[in-house]
């Protein structure tokens, strides 16, 4: 299950419903309202983090700056799947918190409509710590010179291997780096019903959205060209249909994978069902919660490299300011404060792994270091290609790609090809036709 996915815009998710703006909404500037004189109260509205230490850890944190300072701060951890629809009520309805938690672009296509702080400051302030801050993450909380939102986690995607069943047919641990080698070692040790080669989500839900572009992308092609339109069909895409379908037709993937959720890769393979699934690091999470034995055989590793390479999609999640908050510049300082390497650390370890640091050196930590499982993470960062490549990454085109993926429409003609015999090239024309309706719906034209 992701959160983010994705990817870029990740996995998952500008504003649904008020995302799809027209371009004459995003242009509009908002005239800021005065800031009150003195401040005695914060909110602060994040995502769930998967444990709830990590939650109740991250709001001890911010209570105790509170208590230092002589302000009251709750911090109120909502659940992922309408956090960016509650996000767009309150907005809406002037109810917004103080401080925001984005996720993945969200913080630009606020951004674009003049509702955030310049938090250039403080991003300056923290970029150099503890080794660095990874400048992959900016482009999802920068726009022009300026930084919008604060950088909190790395969000990446990775691929999940039994390396007990890479063994029996190899004789070595090591994972493949090649989709020819996925497919050649999914076909081998493919078993079903135990036990499927490739876990992929089919389903009409946002992890196929992000699965089917990083394929995409490894065998060339892109979703759009260099000016930001649609540029979907192309031979990339018809290479990433032909393979899924090919592993489909071959019997790689589970029968009931169209039917998959967000959580179905999750279960294939913490089941035993699935040799390989792509994922982010909830999977780690729970293996080492409740599986030590199948933790044992697994690891993590880069999405197998196309014959154009492997170029991982990596999001952030992220803090903002809303300009309405009565309390920037605490706000501000809050966010420094729980931004400082050592207590970030404290969240991460509490949060079981699931969200990786966004300073360099924190990958030295121990509980890092100790888990080996992560140690590609930070090369997968510095090879990120963001989803909107080669574009330039604007507010609409971001809310642009957002509509695109909350219509869910890759999915459905993916399944299309695999269920109902449409051909990869017309599945190409058709996911391109798809994308050009909605950017021109999504840009207010006729």
């Not at 699965?211 to 979907?232: H, K």
């Not at 154009?308 to 966010?335: E, H, Y």
């Not at 400082?340 to 360099?360: C, I, K, M, S, T």
């Not at 993916?414 to 024309?429: H, I, R, T, Y």
Request: proline share 7%; hydrophobic share 40%.
């Amino acid at each position: 299950m992701s959160t983010h996915r994705r990817p870029g815009i990740d996995r998952r998710a500008l504003v649904k419903g008020s995302a799809v703006a027209s371009a004459a909404a995003l242009g509009t500037r908002r005239a800021k309202p005065a800031r009150a004189q003195s401040c005695d109260r914060l909110t602060a509205w994040g995502v769930v983090s998967f444990t709830e230490e990590g939650d109740a850890r991250l709001g001890e944190q911010m209570a105790a700056w509170g208590a230092e300072n002589g302000i009251e701060v709750e911090y109120v951890a909502l659940p992922g799947s309408d956090y960016t629809t509650r996000v767009a009520t309150a907005v809406e309805t002037g109810s917004v918190p103080d401080i925001v938690m984005m996720l993945g672009s969200l913080s630009i296509f606020y951004a674009g409509q003049d509702r955030l702080v310049d938090l250039t400051d403080v991003y300056d302030e923290l970029k150099d710590l503890a080794g660095g801050m990874y400048e992959q993450l900016l482009p999802h909380v920068m726009v022009g010179e300026t930084v919008y939102s604060i950088p909190m986690e790395s969000d990446l995607s990775v691929m999940y291997a039994r390396l007990d069943l890479i063994e029996e047919v190899t004789g070595e641990r090591v994972a493949p780096t090649t989709l020819e080698e996925l497919e050649e070692l999914a076909t081998a040790i493919n078993n079903p019903p135990q036990t499927f080669g490739i876990g992929m989500t089919l389903g009409r839900v946002p992890d196929t959205n992000g699965q089917l572009n990083q394929m995409i992308f490894n065998y060339g092609g892109t979703l759009v060209d260099e000016d930001g339109a649609p540029a979907v069909n192309n031979e990339g895409t018809v290479a990433a249909l032909t393979t899924i379908k090919r592993w489909w037709d071959n019997g790689l993937i589970p029968q009931n994978s169209p039917s998959w959720d967000d959580s179905g890769n999750n279960t294939a393979y913490n089941s035993g069902q699935a040799a390989f699934v792509f994922n982010p690091a909830s999977i780690f999470a729970y293996l080492e919660a409740n599986d030590p034995e199948l933790l044992a055989e697994t690891t993590q590793a880069l999405f197998p490299a196309g014959p154009a390479g492997s170029f991982p999609t990596v999001g952030t999640w992220s803090w903002s300011v809303f300009n309405t908050s009565p309390c920037v510049d605490q706000a501000k300082a809050l966010i420094t404060a729980i931004m400082q390497p050592e207590p970030l650390q404290d969240v991460y370890e509490a949060v079981g792994g699931r969200w990786y640091p966004v300073y360099r050196d924190l990958a030295t930590a121990p509980f890092w270091q100790e888990r080996p499982f992560f140690d590609d993470f930070p090369s997968i960062i510095e090879s990120a290609r963001e989803t909107w490549y080669p574009a330039e990454a604007t507010p609409l085109l971001l809310t642009q790609l957002s509509a695109h993926d909350q219509r869910l429409t890759s999915p459905e003609i993916l399944q299309q090809v695999l269920l109902n015999s449409l051909s990869p090239e017309d599945g190409a024309a058709a996911l391109q036709t798809a994308m050009e309706l909605t950017f021109a719906e999504a840009a207010g034209e006729e």
